[in-house]
């Protein structure tokens, strides 16, 4: 019987040693061949000019455009979810904390959000565009991936909150606090580093995200200077230089992947780095 057990015990390290190693074997294989077929065509004008004249047939410049849209539509709908979705996470926490299978619906309820596919955020965004009388544009934009990123801020946020040892709260109760001012002079900041957690995760999915933006944020060669014109954004020109039959195109949509690649790479070691911090604070 130990015998049996021994066996059971290596085959199932093996196995989970195995799975484990494959997802960073490719994870790291598609890093490397981002990299590979980018890295020639990067260059300083490829990260710092727009398109000029051209561009999509070979000519000259870069995808600074879809650059500074991505980054506008991104820190925009990141804003308006930090928001709403703060408030949210101590709603949650502190007015629901005595009613347990309320807290479990919301949570529930947030998690379907977040794994609903994001092409479905973005027919909800164009048929909202629609009904405000809004045309494709970095409103349009933001207003549909602020919908999307707004259940991560509160899941993670929230994630984070419930680490918070609970004599804490009660702590703050007997001392004669109200609940709002336990929720933001006690939980936001104990929580700090896992606010900068959420806020990052979120910016990170909005900067990367291409079916939320496809009919609401429209395509321009042009960096967009107000809220009512359209804006590019990176994951959409890869998409359309990728399509292009011109090999010197799609080499340019493999650098802009090696772009989006290396901001969602720094983002996550960011985020991982704080929320490291955050869950060490936690046990000390």
């Known amino acids: 019987m130990r015998k049996r057990k021994n066996i059971e015990e290596k085959f ?48 000259e410049g870069g995808v600074l455009n879809a650059i500074a849209g991505s980054v506008y539509i991104a820190f925009g709908a990141t804003l308006i979810a930090v ?12 007015y629901l904390n005595r009613m347990k299978k309320v807290q479990n619906l919301f949570r529930y309820l947030l998690d379907a959000l977040w794994g609903i596919p994001s092409i479905v955020y973005g027919a909800f965004g164009f048929t909202l565009m629609l009904f405000m009388g809004l045309n494709a544009s ?14 991560i801020v509160v899941r993670t946020f929230d994630d984070v909150l419930c680490n918070i040892p609970k004599g804490l709260i009660e702590a703050s109760f007997a001392l004669g606090s109200t609940k709002t001012e336990t929720a933001f002079k006690i939980l936001i900041k104990q929580g ?11 910016f990170g999915r909005g900067i990367g995200d291409a079916a939320s933006v496809l009919f609401t944020a429209g395509y321009t060669d042009l960096i ?12 959409l020109a890869i998409f359309f230089q990728l ?22 790479l720094s983002i996550s070691l960011v985020a991982r780095y704080i929320s490291g911090r955050n869950t060490f604070s936690n046990i000390k």
């Open 224 to 235: 967009p200077r107000n809220l009512d014109e359209p804006a590019a954004t990176l994951p």
């Open 83 to 94: 928001f709403i979705g703060i408030p949210a996470a101590l709603f949650i926490n502190i």
């Open 12 to 59: 199932f390290k093996s196995l989970s040693g195995l799975t484990t190693y494959s997802l960073i074997g490719i994870l790291l294989f598609i890093i490397a061949v981002v990299f590979y077929k980018g890295f020639n065509a990067l260059s300083f004008e490829m990260i710092f000019k727009p398109p000029e004249g051209g561009y999509y047939y070979g000519g």
């Open 192 to 202: 700090f580093s896992g606010f900068i957690t959420a806020l990052l995760l979120s």
């Open 243 to 264: 399509s292009s039959p011109i090999p010197v195109v799609r080499e340019r949509a493999y650098a802009a992947a090696t772009v989006l690649t290396i901001i969602i």
């Open 138 to 151: 970095l409103l349009a934009g933001i207003i549909t991936v602020s919908i999307l990123i707004t259940p």
